[in-house]
């Protein structure tokens, strides 16, 4: 290794980033090298002296008066989310017309509902104008779709503890139908909301700890639909799920333990959403439990679910003309 | 037919975060007040004014929980104060003042406690040294210095660093690298002080 390269890697090296080879090289060069030796030495030192600037505390208070403000229901400051654009990513948007931040835009500058193509869900009725579609429908991220499919899973995991602590206390024999259902229910949303976040996983687009990602696929394997229907009898499902819910007790901090890597290209974004559209389409549960919409070129499709269960799917399309 | 307002159903899962999320935004706060009131105070000169953008960062996160996971909480924060501060800055029209511009003598943060420090002229010496510091890192160029804040004083990953700047990993490496190449030749003289 020669000077110019030590030099270059001793910042990462300082961070403990560099592969142990590397380190070793610069390592090495550092032992018959005094120059060098001189400048590790120095950064190192540098480093320990911005270590030791001081550090102020917020008052005391601080905890106590920033509940104050979010029970008042204080707003979100503006500036917040006004971010310094690169040009090149301004251009970007422009010409591509496609980007998640331009969405807003759209909306607002007069796209319309369409009529040909809109259906309503099962228990849902089609809403027609701009209302909805003004109402900061969130857009299709891997951040938000891992966030919210990891919260599903940690919710649906306690409901199914639950539910097969209720077992215990059945009569043995065959299990009633709609306690059956509630646990089918409940095995689904914990497959289709898994099957997600193994899928960014497996895409790279998102990081777990190894253990967690073993637990899910655990779950994924023992909540097959046809080995459930094949338990229904009350001990052996009982036996079953709670040999389950203890190996897998974990998945409750499922939200914290996921990571989204960021993106930084618009074509990795693209591609994204390419696959998870699919994703979208294919899978109910996913519709259901994520307020989502997917880009496309040319139109938009939103999918909103309310609280008390309405479901409403509709397509925008861009008007004649417009750019 | 008109159906709900999906604005109230927003505003209704921002006001009631489950038990969950809550007991995380209230350790977040805990980890990560102090932190973000230093990152803040160096981006705008000012303790007090440092601790409304904490604060407006951590409302901003309450607001936008159900999007955004724990674990990129701090990244996150750091990138709404960094904004918050770019604002105020923009607002103010004026140049970044040194710290100890905004700041009275009395004000001034405490130093921490060196046993050999008891004199007046060290503890004096002892001060200057970090003005100098702080000056240091006042005087370096825009880029380097957001990398050097965030990775080498206040510790956050490039990975972290590099959500909060909205920039690719490697170029925090690089603009930490050349940071701390300047800042080592801008602190010789303290660094010299540091090693006797």
């Known amino acids: 290794m020669n000077c110019r390269d030590c030099q270059r890697d001793m910042s990462q090296c300082l961070d403990g980033r560099l592969p142990s080879g590397r380190r070793t090289a610069v390592m090495q ?36 008066r920033l509940w104050e403000r979010i029970k008042a ?24 017309g496609a980007a998640a931040a331009a969405l807003l835009l759209v ?11 809109s259906t309503a869900g099962d228990d849902g009725e089609l809403f027609g104008g701009f209302t909805l579609a003004t109402s900061e429908p969130m857009p299709f991220e891997p951040q938000l779709v891992a966030q919210e499919a990891a919260k599903h899973v940690a919710r ?63 779950m994924q394997s023992s909540l097959d639909v046809n080995k459930l229907n094949s338990l229904r009898d009350t001990r052996e499902l009982y036996n079953m799920l709670s040999s389950l819910v203890r190996q897998l007790r974990d998945l409750e901090l499922l939200p914290e333990r996921i990571r989204v890597r960021p993106f930084y290209r618009l074509e990795e974004r693209h591609e994204f959403w390419r696959k998870a559209g699919d994703w979208f389409v294919e899978d109910r549960d996913l519709q259901n439990y994520i307020h989502i919409q997917v880009p496309e070129q040319q139109s938009l499709r939103v999918r909103v679910l309310s609280p008390d269960g309405l479901q409403v799917f509709f397509n925008m399309t861009r008007p004649q003309g417009s750019r | 037919m008109a159906g709900p307002d999906p604005k109230d159903m927003r505003t209704q899962q921002q006001l009631e975060p489950d038990s969950l999320t809550t007991v995380a935004f209230n350790r977040a ?36 929980l159900h999007q955004v996971p724990t674990a990129a909480f701090r990244p996150w924060l750091y990138r709404v104060a960094r904004n918050l501060c770019l604002d105020q800055l923009r607002r103010r029209k004026f140049k970044i003042r040194l710290f100890r511009d905004v700041i009275k003598d009395d004000d001034k943060p405490h130093l921490p406690r060196d046993p050999r420090e008891h004199r007046p002229d060290e503890i004096a010496e002892a001060r200057e040294a970090q003005e100098s510091i702080e000056r240091a890192i006042e005087s370096l160029p825009a880029k380097f210095r957001d990398a ?34 300047r800042f080592r030749s801008l602190v010789s003289k303290e660094i010299s002080a540091y090693k006797s």
Request: aromatic share 8%; proline share 5%.
């Open chain 1, 29 to 64: 060069h550092l032992e018959t090298c005094e120059e060098c030796s001189q400048l590790w030495s120095e950064f190192r030192q540098a480093q320990e002296l911005a270590l030791r600037l001081p550090v102020s505390r917020v008052s005391p208070d601080f905890h106590a």
């Open chain 1, 73 to 96: 229901g204080e707003g979100t400051p503006e500036a917040v989310f006004n971010e310094p654009m690169p040009l090149s990513t301004k251009a970007r948007y422009v010409f591509t």
């Open chain 1, 107 to 117: 909306v607002l500058n007069g796209w319309v509902p369409g009529t040909g193509g």
């Open chain 1, 156 to 218: 649906e995991f306690q409901t199914l503890d639950l539910n097969s602590r209720k077992l215990a206390s059945l009569p043995q024999g065959r299990l009633d139908e709609p306690t059956f259902r509630a646990i089918n229910e409940s095995a689904r949303g914990l497959r289709s909301m898994g099957r997600v976040i193994l899928l960014l996983k497996q895409d790279q687009h998102l990081d777990m700890p190894t253990d967690m990602e073993v637990k899910l696929r655990l």
């Open chain 2, 29 to 64: 706060i805990a980890e990560h007040a102090d932190g973000l009131q230093n990152y803040a105070t160096r981006l705008l000169g000012d303790p007090i004014q440092a601790e409304d953008v904490a604060q407006d960062a951590f409302l901003a996160l309450f607001k936008h």
């Open chain 2, 148 to 181: 050097f804040l965030l990775c080498e004083v206040q510790g956050m990953s490039y990975e972290d660093a590099a959500s909060v700047l909205r920039c690719p990993v490697k170029t925090v490496s690089t603009r930490l690298f050349r940071a701390r190449q």
